[in-house]
C-alpha cells in the first residue's frame, strides 16, 4: 500500500478534438488581411506610456511620408497584446503579424519594415 498515493502515476488520456471550423476561420482571416502582399493593418502594441505612444506617433508619420492611407490601431488592452505573444513592448504588428517588439524604431527602420512587406 503506498502512502499519500506515492506509488504508480495513473496515466491520463487526453482527448483532443480539433474543430476544422475555426482552423478555417483563421486561415480566412489571414488570407483577407493579407492579399498579393499588400498591408491591411498596422497595429501598434503598448501599455500607454510616453514611449509606446511615440512609436504609435511615429509609424503613422512614415505612413503618412509613404502616402499609404492605413488606419494605424494603438493597443493598450494587456488581454489583446497578450494574444499575440508579446512580451516587451512596444511592438508593432503588420497583417496580423509581430514584425517588431521590445524596442523602439526609428522612422528608417518602420519603412523598412513596411517596404518589405508591401
Sequence with gaps: MSL???GKKKKVQENTVSCSCTAN???LNNSVSQIDGVIK???VLGSGCATCHGQY??????LEALSININVEYITDMKVIMEYGVMSMPAIVI?????SAGKVLKKTDIEKLIKSTK
Design 25 to 27: 476561420a483563421e486561415n
Design 41 to 43: 493593418n498596422i497595429k
Design 57 to 62: 506617433e511615429t509609424v503613422k508619420k512614415v
Design 4 to 6: 499519500f498515493s506515492f
Design 95 to 99: 497583417n496580423d503579424k509581430v514584425v
